[in-house]
């Protein structure tokens, strides 16, 4: 299994970011997928969510009206859209799957830094 998250950068506050992830090696359509993130010196946080069938979505509250997941299935893609961003977002943000209530098949993350 591999996921390849792209679609960082260096923005300033109050700007938009759409992040995306790439999978292969797994049926996708039977995955839930997430997204964390993990700022230096800090753990790894959650940050979004969403079923197999996109039903079904997450959000650490920090992020609720800002951040957007989303999925294509057909394309084994899934994507964070953050708008409003704020410092506190600065983070390497990976994706991964979920299966129940495990994480997994991280991959090696791409780097959002807002700058205040």
């Known amino acids: 299994v591999q996921l390849q998250a792209s679609g960082g950068g260096l923005v300033q506050a109050g700007d938009s970011l759409r992040l995306s992830c790439a999978a292969s090696g797994l049926v996708f359509r039977n995955y839930g997928m997430a997204w964390f993130r993990q700022a230096p010196g800090k753990e790894r946080e959650f940050v979004a969510s969403?079923?197999?069938?996109?039903?079904?979505?997450k959000y650490r509250d920090s992020v609720k009206g800002r951040f957007t997941i989303s999925r294509d299935n057909a394309k084994n893609m899934v994507y964070l859209k953050m708008d409003s961003l704020k410092p506190e977002d600065s983070a390497i943000y990976y994706c991964?799957?979920?299966?129940?209530?495990?994480?997994?098949?991280w991959g090696q993350g791409t780097q959002v830094t807002v700058s205040s």
């Open positions: 969403v079923s197999s069938s996109g039903n079904n979505i």
């Open positions: 991964a799957t979920k299966w129940g209530s495990t994480f997994g098949n």
